[in-house]
């Protein structure tokens, strides 16, 4: 497809075990960030990447939280250990030029719940 | 430390008439503004920006409007349509090639 995808676009797993979120950006963007969305709040900056490498990993929550991005195309989102406060969707966002012109092209999300 | 605020959760406005989204930030070397649309189950589009060079941009029925002094920015709607139901979010970025989103205004648009 042509637009950023995420899989799965649903997760429920159990407290303390360990999920992988992908993203899939648009073909060509180097630029690639994620975001979280939890319930009544804003969108929350995880992660950026510029190509393979990560200028900004300011806003991992903890060290459960890591990212990697291969290729200069698809990244996968890892939370070790899951928590309940971890309940959110994750968003991942493209971008070719970066955010300054708001070309920053959101996928679907995935939702994730831990019980 | 919530930097950019959307005071207000939810809004609803009559067809045809205007809409009011305001925002609210706290850091003065926020240098570029943005909105965004997201409807229910879908990532947020890109919807206006604004240069902090700049107090308005406009394009088409919307609006933006850049207070610096008073740290506080709007977007206007007008007319309002009903597939402008959504939620909308302020964001703001610094250079650093993130950016700070609000909590985001639901806005209703009622027949």
């Known amino acids: 497809g042509a637009g950023v995808s995420q899989s799965p676009s649903n997760k429920v797993t159990e407290k303390g075990k360990d999920v992988e979120l992908r993203c899939d950006p648009i073909s060509g963007h180097t630029a690639l960030y994620w975001y979280r969305q939890s319930l009544g709040q804003g969108l929350e900056f995880l992660i950026y990447?510029?190509?393979?490498?990560?200028?900004?990993k300011s806003g991992l929550p903890s060290d459960r939280f890591s990212a990697e991005r291969t290729g200069g195309s698809v990244s996968t989102l890892t939370i070790q250990r899951t928590q309940q406060e971890d309940s959110a969707v994750y968003l991942c966002?493209?971008?070719?030029?970066?955010?300054?012109?708001?070309?920053?092209?959101f996928g679907e999300g995935s939702r994730l719940t831990v019980l | 430390d919530q930097q950019v605020k959307q005071n207000s959760p939810s809004l609803s406005v009559q067809e045809g008439r205007i809409s009011i989204l305001n925002c609210d930030y706290t850091n003065s070397m926020f240098d570029y503004f943005l909105w965004y649309k997201k409807y229910p189950a879908e990532g947020p589009t890109f919807l206006i920006s604004?240069?902090?060079?700049?107090d308005k941009n406009e394009d088409g029925r919307f609006t933006v409007f850049l207070n610096k002094s008073a740290k506080h920015l709007s977007l206007h709607i007008v007319p309002s349509q009903p597939g402008d139901s959504a939620v909308y979010f302020c964001?703001?970025?610094?250079?650093?090639?993130?950016?700070?989103f609000g909590q985001g205004t639901r806005l209703t648009i009622n027949p």
């Open positions: 990447f510029q190509g393979n490498s990560a200028p900004d």
């Open positions: 964001a703001a970025e610094q250079g650093a090639q993130k950016l700070v």
């Open positions: 604004i240069s902090s060079i700049k």
């Open positions: 966002a493209s971008s070719l030029r970066g955010v300054n012109t708001g070309e920053l092209f």
